[in-house]
């Protein structure tokens, strides 16, 4: 009863294409009878398990009360759950419900488990998960990829001048800038403490630095303000940036992050506030 559009389909067959063209608007749950023409209910539940972007579409099966072993078939295929026919409407309902509450308590651990609580952007190991696809993207599309290393300059200062609140003021506020600079399909997340990543799809080494250079600046001139209440002072603040880029994804993950970390502690150790490469490494 709290579902706002109902998208009623003649077979299985509409009915994936239906949720294939959902690119805007998210599927919140899908009920479909076992025997169909064309395509069975077991099949549908197989092809929306085979996808990452359906695979967490809780799925209720409508069965005849003498299939159970459908109903075992459907339930090791991942059905969220199972209503006999004929059916009664309130039993149904409650069961709707029951399935969406756990499909948002589901995402609500999915997302603790894969953000930083602090900013909201992705922890490392999500970081390093959608990282290692990009890459094997890559390398089926002979595309190129940057990976970023950011770090904060004196962000120790922060903390020992104005307080650890004001730190994580400082730290939030940067990562929304990270998320208006970069891409909306750019990689990014806080590695720990002060320091962020930036995976760069699609782009070489020269888009790559630019993007960074561009953020950079952003965060030199921008006013980062602290403060609780009515009592707010606004501080200036810059990072560092080592990067470094692969193509066709010849570079696994690891030796991208270690060379593009070793490009950041050149940075750092060479005035901060700047932007390197690891390839210009190489040629000094």
């Not at 109903?71 to 419900?97: F, H, M, N």
Request: net charge negative; hydrophobic share 40%.
């Amino acid at each position: 009863d709290n579902l706002e559009v109902v998208k009623s389909c003649a077979n299985g067959r509409e009915a994936l294409d239906y949720v294939l063209s959902q690119t805007e608007h998210k599927i919140d749950i899908v009920l479909t009878d076992i025997e169909m023409p064309d395509m069975t209910g077991l099949e549908v539940l197989d092809k929306l398990n085979s996808h990452p972007e359906w695979s967490n579409i809780p799925v209720i099966m409508l069965s005849s009360a003498d299939s159970g072993s459908e109903i075992v078939s459907a339930l090791d295929l991942g059905a969220a759950d199972y209503v006999t026919k004929p059916y009664i409407a309130e039993v149904l309902y409650a069961r709707i419900r029951t399935s969406l509450r756990l499909k948002e308590k589901t995402e609500m651990l999915e997302r603790l488990a894969t953000t930083d609580p602090l900013t909201g952007v992705n922890n490392r190991r999500q970081f390093n998960h959608l990282s290692e696809i990009l890459l094997s993207r890559c390398a089926r599309d002979n595309s190129g990829a940057v990976i970023a290393m950011l770090d904060i300059d004196f962000f120790k200062r922060i903390n020992d001048n104005y307080g650890h609140d004001a730190g994580d003021t400082v730290l939030v506020q940067f990562a929304k800038q990270l998320q208006q600079c970069f891409r909306p399909y750019d990689i990014i997340a806080r590695m720990g403490g002060e320091e962020f990543a930036v995976c760069i799809s699609q782009t070489d080494l020269q888009e790559g630095f630019a993007a960074c250079e561009r953020f950079r600046l952003l965060v030199e001139s921008a006013d980062y303000r602290i403060g609780d209440g009515d009592s707010f002072q606004s501080i200036k603040i810059t990072v560092s940036i080592g990067l470094d880029h692969t193509f066709s994804g010849e570079l696994g993950l690891n030796r991208l992050l270690k060379q593009a970390d070793d490009a950041l502690y050149y940075a750092k150790n060479n005035g901060r506030n700047q932007v390197s490469a690891y390839d210009s490494l190489q040629s000094r």
